[in-house]
């Protein structure tokens, strides 16, 4: 009987873990699917005004789709995901294959699902101190009147504010414009992501677009 009891034992622990690998495998596909940048865009800008029955569907690697003017939820919902296939259909010639399936954001008016942005919300000014602002290079025409703002915003990886900056800020200077080159890495965030991402860091360059948009915005305020 002891005997037994330990080979059931073993067999429901072999057959936890085994469950518990198809569950982190399940996780780790679903991780995929987020609301990347582009697709939050739409969600938030432009999907709230469009008319009639609608829906949302996000896939993987920020790959999305929607939908809208249907006369019925189910059609749109239909279409939503069609949409979002062929987007990643477009992805798979650039990047691969990639893991995770499109699934429904929104129908009509209501968010299926609980959490799906990451990162700042973009699409207002960052509240606070202006980190990038301050550590950043910045040259305040002393004449009067100022003619305006040129604001610099750096490349991919690095504020570059070299030979060339400098030269370009001492131009618009004598020019009569006061000259502010943030630096977007004073803040934390995922390491530089230039170009076409690979699928397994698309989250981190959607954190960071986003995050240079806030900073960006934040600097314009």
Known sequence: MLAFTRRIGRLLVAAGLILSCLQEKSLAVEDNVFAGIAAEYHYRIKYKNMKGHKAFAIGPYGSYGYSWGWQTAKEAAKDALKSC??????WEKTVGALTGACRLLAQDNRLLVSNPW???E???PMAGEDIPLLKGRNIKHEGSP?????LYVHGCDGLGWDKFAEVWGAYFDALGFSFFAPNSL???RP?????V???ARARDQSTILKLR???????IA
């Open 118 to 120: 990451i990162g700042p």
């Open 213 to 219: 948009i806030a900073q960006t915005q934040r600097t």
């Open 85 to 90: 296939r062929e987007d990643v259909a477009w």
């Open 197 to 199: 991402a690979p699928p």
């Open 186 to 188: 004073a803040e934390a």
């Open 122 to 124: 973009w699409q207002i």
């Open 146 to 150: 100022v003619k305006g703002i040129v």
């Open 191 to 195: 390491a530089a992501i230039c170009g």
